[in-house]
């Protein structure tokens, strides 16, 4: 299986910076997209940040020019920094994966179970 496992969420005061880490472990043979999306109460998850394998990134329009999504391969590891944050930035932020588990497998996406940033007014 591949698990992704988020981290650095919390509380923080609007304008400040908040940096989200994601681990993926387990069987895996490569990675290719590596994302961010987010979800807040009542809202349809959407999504962040993502970035191919070979560093290309896209960016929702709300956030475009204060997040920045990274990664290192070598590790497995992607990240989010995110900085002027809104209290409209509050929701639960999931890492996505599309991974392979061996050379003879189709890719497969999957998720973490989610960190929650709190942007307070």
């Known amino acids: 299986q591949v698990q992704l496992v988020e981290s650095g969420g919390g509380l923080v005061q609007a304008g400040g910076s908040l940096r989200l880490s994601c681990a993926a472990s387990?069987?895996?043979?490569?990675?290719?997209?590596m994302g961010w999306y987010r979800q807040a109460p009542g809202k349809q998850r959407e999504l962040v940040a993502y970035?191919?394998?070979?560093?290309?990134?896209n960016y929702a329009d709300s956030v475009k020019g204060r997040f920045t999504i990274s990664r290192d391969n070598a590790e497995k590891m992607v990240y989010l920094q995110m900085n002027s944050l809104k209290p409209e930035d509050t929701a639960d932020y999931y890492c996505?994966?599309?991974?392979?588990?061996?050379?003879?497998?189709?890719?497969?996406?999957?998720w973490g179970k989610g960190t929650l940033v709190t942007v307070s007014s």
């Open positions: 996505n994966a599309d991974a392979r588990r061996s050379m003879h497998s189709g890719s497969s996406v999957y």
């Open positions: 970035i191919t394998s070979v560093g290309s990134t």
């Open positions: 387990g069987t895996i043979f490569s990675i290719n997209g």
